[in-house]
């Protein structure tokens, strides 16, 4: 069962946008599926590995679509993914070191904090950006 579904309600209103947070919404469904099923730690370190590369892949196009259009809201919501990649980051080295497991609190946060960003922080840069001709 999907911890997170896409909806229309998660849109932002740019295609390329909702894209990405489409296969982060995956990733961190495929994460808690993994752990869910009990699978091994390599498979969870994979899956996790690819979840925090997309981020910042999928954060740095956020970042180039918010200068493009010189967003004012810019250093507050860099701000915002700078520390979740910190916090991603700190997970997937405690992970790796063997000193944390994928937690059922682990996907909450996860869950939490990506419908969050999406709902208030990047629907509002997706409608700024809309009303500048963005889609």
């Given at each position: ?7 229309n309600?998660l ?53 180039k ?20 990649v ?22 909450n ?27």
């Amino acid at each position: 069962m999907a911890l997170i579904s896409w909806s229309n309600m998660l849109s932002t209103g740019i295609g390329e946008q909702d894209t990405q947070h489409k296969k982060l919404i995956d990733l961190i469904n495929q994460l808690n599926d993994a752990m869910q099923s009990g699978h091994a730690n390599d498979v969870l370190g994979k899956i996790l590995s690819e979840l925090v590369n997309y981020t910042v892949f999928h954060f740095g196009y956020e970042e180039k679509l918010m200068a493009q259009y010189k967003y004012e809201d810019t250093p507050a919501h860099k701000a915002e993914h700078a520390k979740f990649v910190q916090t991603a980051g700190d997970l997937k080295k405690k992970f790796d070191s063997g000193n944390a497991v994928i937690s059922v609190e682990i996907m909450n946060f996860l869950r939490d904090w990506l419908t969050n960003h999406i709902m208030k922080t990047d629907k509002k840069m997706g409608q700024a950006f809309v009303k500048l001709g963005a889609k």
